[in-house]
């Protein structure tokens, strides 16, 4: 069983000898536990009459498929689809189990150190290993249980990590799995309380968090489609992504420095390079999972359909996720692509994060 409590993934003052409220380099208040990262979803201002409104975070009911791993991992090497043992596919091995105890999260100690590991990220050269052989089964998430959806979540993980894994170790950095946490009613996580009809990554514990009601925000037409609430979880696994390369806690600090507006912006820089990550990680896996040229469009239009301006019906609303048009612009440059450089939305105009 994973523990009851977590333990925490930002102990600064172990890891950088000061005090808790203070890192090297950084102002007072800096290296304070929870860090977290908004959802996928905006949280535009009050009043909310739409429910795509109300969207934020959270989850706290910790799935655990232990007993589903040796399945999994035979189902990953070839057991589920297109691309089997096929040597001209990246073939996925060695599937951990989630990591409910993963090693801290890298903490840079300057502000020189941070801008370096946001614009020159050892990850960037890095390219993901396209095609893939692990697949993605359909699962219609407004009719599968809880159970349903806990265990297509072990193998969606299983899949992101496996396509992850070797460019991040290439990179230097490690790549535990995290543990997807299925919830269905309002909790309390390590980074604070949580509303349904959201997913979102919380670096307190590194875990992947899904509400069972999720696709009641998403647009009617997209709900029940392929790959639409697992691209989702992909732009949350691209969170986990930033967090273990040290690009979260660097966004993170820059705007607790910067103003109000310039700290949309590195919220936006953060956002859309998620929704980048998990547009790459669809390519990786189409082949084998026999995404659909229908498949991508409802893909694009999922990402639109969650920005800035489209959920608070303001066309040139300021918020900290980005634009439609620009989620989906990084969403398509990750489908198109896979050289993890191409996701470096921390040297493009701020008017492309906008």
Known sequence: MPPQQPTPAYQYAQLLNTPPTQAPGFPPGYGQPPYG????????????????????????????????????????NGGGGGGGNDPTY????????????PPAIPIPKTYEQATDWLRQNAIYD????????????????????NAELEEHLGQLTACLWGVWEGPMTEAGFKLP????????????????????????????DQHIYYASDLPRILPTKIRTKPFVTDAIMAHEFGHALQARTGILVAGNAWEQKSTK????????????????????????????????DADIDNLKFLFNSIGDDVLTGK????????LGKNRQAWATIGLGNSQIGKCNTYVAPASEVR
């Open 37 to 76: 990262v908004p959802g996928v979803f905006p949280q535009p201002p009050k009043p909310r009459k739409n429910p795509l409104l109300a969207v934020i975070g959270g989850g706290v009911f910790v799935l655990i498929l232990g007993f589903f791993l040796i399945a999994l991992v035979n189902y990953l």
């Open 90 to 101: 990246h073939q996925v091995n060695n599937v951990p189990a989630p990591d409910y105890n």
């Open 126 to 145: 890095q390219s993901v290993p396209v095609p893939t052989n692990c697949t993605v089964p359909h699962v219609d998430p407004t009719t599968a249980s």
């Open 177 to 204: 799995r995290p543990p997807a946490t299925v919830y269905s009613a309002k909790i309390t996580t390590p980074c604070g309380e949580a509303e349904t009809g959201n997913a979102f990554y919380c670096a307190a």
């Open 261 to 292: 507006a310039d700290a949309r912006v590195f919220s936006r820089r953060l956002e859309v390079q998620a929704d980048c990550l998990a547009g790459m990680w669809v390519n990786a896996v189409s082949k084998a999972s026999n995404v659909t």
């Open 315 to 322: 066309p040139n609303y300021d918020g900290d996720h980005g």
